[in-house]
């Protein structure tokens, strides 16, 4: 039903304009013809005018409505891959968000360590995976930048989801993405230090746990062990992103 409307359309819209060129050719006749007096031919030809103006405003607003069926078909075809895209990024960024929780928990056990202690073995082979692993979002956000580029987010009519979107895009996860950047960037301080001073000590140890309880190790660790922005930002992120989920299923009446 939705794609026969524009297939209507048009071909309501090229009768339109056939009937514009035949009462043009007749307006034409009337005027030059010598059968008809000169107010005959104001009155026929104001008929004409009338006609012909009548039409290609019947013309263009067929026209105008076709196009209007198209580019909202757009727009619901670009709403329906959004959702799945978010989606996806919905799962990635709740996995994002517990890395960061679980590196906090390790950093915040090697800053525990008092002076002239040493960390514990065990501890810190459990915290070790989180010390030095990296984590941030990569998200689906192609399909948004093509449909922006495009020059189409104003064809989207419902304006509290089309500034969501926008704010997503352009404000909450550019922020989040920063951050994280800026974590990372402070992480690799930590990695630096490690291995430039990392030695063997046995076959199977190494010195790591004197050299992250060192002072300037302890300092690095310091501002890893609070990563609360990182985590505040991908929760705003994840409910502005299931927002919009639920603003694409009212808006098409689609089931959760």
């Not at 039903?1 to 009768?15: L, V």
């Not at 010598?34 to 030809?45: A, D, P």
């Not at 189409?152 to 304006?159: K, V």
């Not at 004197?210 to 991908?234: F, G, T, W």
């Amino acid at each position: 039903m939705y794609i026969a409307t524009p297939q209507i359309s048009f071909k309501n819209t090229c009768m339109a304009e056939q009937e514009v060129i035949k009462h043009t050719e007749k307006v034409n006749k009337i005027w030059h013809s010598k059968e008809h007096s000169i107010w005959q031919k104001c009155k026929e030809f104001l008929i004409e005018i009338f006609i012909i103006v009548f039409a290609v405003t019947v013309s263009i607003w067929f026209h105008n409505r076709n196009e209007h069926a198209n580019h909202q078909n757009d727009v619901k075809q670009f709403l329906l891959g959004l959702k799945s895209d978010l989606a996806s990024d919905i799962i990635e960024m709740q996995s994002d968000k517990q890395s960061f929780l679980k590196q906090k928990a390790a950093f915040e056990y090697i800053t525990s360590i008092k002076l002239n202690q040493t960390l514990n073995e065990d501890s810190l082979g459990k915290h070790k995976t989180w010390i030095f692993n990296t984590t941030g979002l990569n998200p689906n956000n192609g399909r948004f930048e093509g449909f922006k580029s495009s020059g189409r987010i104003g064809n989207i009519e419902n304006n509290e989801l089309q500034n969501d979107i926008m704010d997503l895009y352009q404000e909450d996860m550019v922020t989040l993405l920063s951050a994280t950047d800026n974590y990372k960037y402070i992480k690799r301080k930590l990695f630096e230090y490690v291995f430039q001073n990392r030695k063997r000590l046995t076959d199977s140890s190494t010195n790591l746990r004197i050299i992250l309880a060192q002072d300037e190790s302890e300092n690095i660790c310091s501002m890893l062990k609070n990563p609360n922005e990182v985590i505040e930002r991908y929760d705003k992120c994840i409910n502005k992103s299931k927002k919009i989920i639920q603003e694409i299923n009212q808006e098409y009446g689609l089931k959760e």
